[in-house]
């Protein structure tokens, strides 16, 4: 994985900041989904249990996962399906590439699949003349865009009806209504082609069943469906961490999905997948390729963020959280955005380019609260914030400052010095409220977006000199 928008973290930030649609409409998703999963949530009427039973059923697959992709490995090629594990990006891809060179392959037509977002396929199949094609419609809009998604589950959400309107008539090569009846039927009509002619469908997988060998795709369009049964030959590109062991746990953690993502009690299809068409099957691929793919999972595992991989991709982090509503996905710079990308994109590739990413959330708490499977995020975040000080990566004045402030913690005399010393300082700072809105060095980049409070005019210590000893009463009588 790598950057999707080149520029510095601070302007994605301000680019999502001065997009004033893009912040509106995420309010309303954000509304909208909320309010949908509230709905399912006193439905189902005992969530907590739910959740309970998800996380313990996450946690055991992914404490035990070398044991359930090895099942889930072996059944899948006693199916007939064929089975690649890639440490790396380039691994995952170069096995593709092969294949598809194999197959003479001109398109391949793709459902919705986060794994091949991050793994770069498109450029990558593009780069030896193979056109791949986005059926998803929220996909197919962005591969127009040229852009990577905003939302794990919406990734179009950024776009307007006006926007996609002048997308769709690139293609068509004349002007189309702004009328979503009007332009889903464009879209359709242009896909439902792609899906004949295809060589290669490729899928992404949201669960995949060890004690059978399934995977297990969840969609509202019914694309995935043709992706991965119209085409002779099917690549599933999946997470290794998408393990569920049995078809009770998938009962499980299926039920929570859509309720979390969407307020729906089930997506429009549910598809399960059990290895390549069989002697007496009146449809499906000749054949099927599983490529369960790491790429810095690992990294992940035995430490105190392995939960992250516990994730089942519902979105609804990005749905509560404050920070994600106002800068909007592409501000995160990876595949993964939100709570969820903040966390697990520097666990995955490391904190060089993504350093930035950890500081993200306002640690409000709302993502802990909201996961289905109850991955402590905000928690998560303040680690690797932590870990990020201890590689020494904090800015060097920050660092001196904390030092000091440790120092002058650790010694009442300097304390109280430093306490008169600031409040002396930063006085001509103060307005009449109390608060410093254009304070001096350090803190000059704080009050730019935010206002400080200026040291009290009377530290408790001192109140507490001179009233305490009358029971509190602050005139001393
Ligand atoms: S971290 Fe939790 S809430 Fe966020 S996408 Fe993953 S499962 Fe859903």
Known sequence: MSLSNPLPFKQRVEQGLNDPFLRQSLKNAQARFREGKQRAAQILGNLEEWRTRAE????????????????????????????????????????????????????????????????HVNKRLEEIGVEAIESDLGEYIIQLAKEMPSHIIAPAIHKNRRQIAQLFAEVAGKELPEDTSALTRFAR???????????????????????????????????????????????????????????????????????????????????????????????????MH??????????????????ILHCIRCGACLNVCPVYRHIGGHAYGGVYTGPVGAVLTPILEGFDEWEELPYASSLCGACTETCPVKIPLHDMLIDLRRDEVD???????????????????????LYRLGLKMAKHLLKPFADDEGFLNKGPGPLKAWTE???????????????WQRAGRYGGDPDGR
């Open 56 to 119: 313990a059923i996450r946690h055991h697959t992914i404490e035990h996962l070398d044991y359930y992709l090895d099942q889930f490995a072996t059944n899948v090629e006693n199916n007939g399906g064929t089975v690649f594990f890639a440490e790396t990006e380039q691994e995952a891809v170069d096995y593709l590439i092969r294949l598809a060179k194999a197959k003479q392959a001109k398109t391949v037509i793709k459902s919705k699949s986060m794994v091949s977002e991050e793994t």
């Open 189 to 287: 009509h242009q896909l439902r082609d792609k899906f004949l002619n295809a060589d290669i469908g490729i899928s992404g997988c949201n669960f995949a069943v060890a004690e059978t060998g399934s995977i297990v795709l969840v969609s509202n369009e019914g694309n995935a469906r043709l992706t991965t049964t119209l085409p002779k030959t099917h690549v599933v590109m999946m997470g290794m961490e998408r393990i569920v062991p049995t078809w009770e746990d998938l009962d499980a953690v299926l039920s929570l999905l859509p309720r979390s993502a969407t307020g729906q009690k089930i997506t429009s299809y549910v598809t399960a997948l059990t290895g390549p068409r069989r002697e007496n099957d009146q449809d499906g691929p000749e054949e």
């Open 290 to 307: 599983v490529i369960i793919v790491d790429n810095g999972r690992s990294n992940a595992l035995g430490t105190e963020y392995q939960s």
């Open 391 to 413: 590689e020494k990566r904090s800015p060097g004045v920050e660092r001196f400052i904390f030092r000091l402030f440790g120092t002058a913690m650790n010694n009442p005399a």
């Open 449 to 463: 977006e935010r206002d400080f409070p200026a040291p009290a005019k009377e530290s408790f210590r001192e109140w």
